[in-house]
């Protein structure tokens, strides 16, 4: 009757140990998932900061000739980039498990501030570049706000210089 007990006992202990080993693959997998989610949005916020440079790039190369015409192609994995031609800015904003910048402060990199807001377990980052006395921002030749979201392919972005108004280049945004 002892061995019966002794190997109930010997399967008993397996699965508890089982249980436990299994527990902890999972705490340990849940807080690697997090950080990696966290790379993944800081890499993101990164390459966001570098296309809004770039475009900003692009617009000092058109202002000096109208009729200039450039293209530039953004992918965006996450988020959302909005032209926004009332208020004369770029912005681009995203859910990030990452913080990437103090809750509620502006932070300025280059030309482009990035701002972050806590909402409940994960930020909202918003990066935006501002135009107010320099360009008059337009997206097709209208001053309205145009937004574009996740997309599998990159989105064809042509900017044009289409003069001077008050004193501003007028720089229109389309996308194709």
Same mark, same amino acid.
């Given at each position: 009757? &002892? ?6 006992? /010997?399967? !008993? #202990?397996?699965? $508890?140990?089982? +249980?436990?080993?299994?527990?902890? *693959? ?8 997090? &950080? ?6 800081? /890499?993101? !916020? #990164?390459?966001? $900061?570098?296309? +809004?440079?770039?475009?900003?790039? *692009? ?16 992918? /965006? ?100």
């Amino acid at each position: 009757m &002892k061995k019966r007990y002794k190997k109930g006992q /010997i399967w !008993i #202990e397996t699965v $508890i140990y089982t +249980l436990i080993a299994l527990v902890m *693959i999972g705490v340990v997998l849940s807080v690697v998932k997090q &950080k990696i989610e966290e790379g993944q949005d800081k /890499i993101i !916020i #990164e390459g966001s $900061i570098n296309m +809004l440079e770039d475009i900003n790039t *692009i617009f000092l190369s058109i202002k000096g000739v109208v009729g200039n015409k450039r293209q530039i192609q953004v992918s /965006i994995k996450k988020g959302a980039l909005e032209i926004d031609g009332i208020n004369n800015q770029i912005l681009f904003e995203m859910e990030s498990e990452y913080e990437y910048s103090e809750h509620g402060k502006n932070v300025s990199y280059g030309n482009v501030i990035a701002n972050t807001k806590k909402t409940g377990k994960t930020s909202i980052v918003t990066l935006t570049t501002n135009y107010p006395n320099e360009y008059d921002i337009q997206y097709k030749e209208k001053d309205e706000k145009k937004s574009l979201t996740k997309s599998q392919t990159p989105y064809k972005i042509f900017i044009t210089n289409n003069g001077e108004n008050g004193g501003k280049t007028i720089i229109d945004l389309e996308v194709v």
